[in-house]
């Protein structure tokens, strides 16, 4: 499975933001597709996942002001960000996995946000 995110960049405090990644390969119809983030001296954190029934979860930090959701075939997400606090700023990772492995994690390449004025 291979993961291509676009998107990113950078953005003033308050503004809004959207990042998407496109999943190809040897994908699965039943998945869960997401986004983690790493800031400067910082651990990767988890961020929010949709499943491919619809499904989401967020971490509280993100909550009511990011988005999580994905497209009719199932293979591309998109996370829209709205309120950007400096504290958003980070390397942003798609991540995939699906039933024939749930303990298997697929990443994309990372895509930067930076929250600045």
């Known amino acids: 499975v291979q993961l291509q995110a676009s998107g990113g960049g950078l953005v003033q405090p308050g503004g809004s933001l959207s990042i998407s990644c496109a999943a190809s390969?040897?994908?699965?119809?039943?998945?869960?597709m997401g986004w983690y983030r790493q800031a400067p001296g910082k651990e990767r954190e988890f961020v929010a996942t949709?499943?491919?029934?619809?499904?989401?979860n967020y971490t509280d930090a993100v909550k009511g002001r990011f988005t999580v959701s994905r497209d009719n075939a199932g293979y591309t997400v998109v996370l829209q960000m709205n309120s950007l606090k400096s504290e958003d700023t980070a390397l942003y990772y798609c991540?995939?996995?699906?039933?024939?492995?749930?303990?298997?994690?697929?990443w994309g390449q990372g895509t930067l946000v930076t929250v600045s004025s």
């Open positions: 949709i499943t491919s029934g619809g499904g989401t």
């Open positions: 991540n995939y996995k699906d039933y024939r492995n749930w303990s298997t994690d697929y």
């Open positions: 390969g040897r994908t699965s119809h039943i998945n869960v």
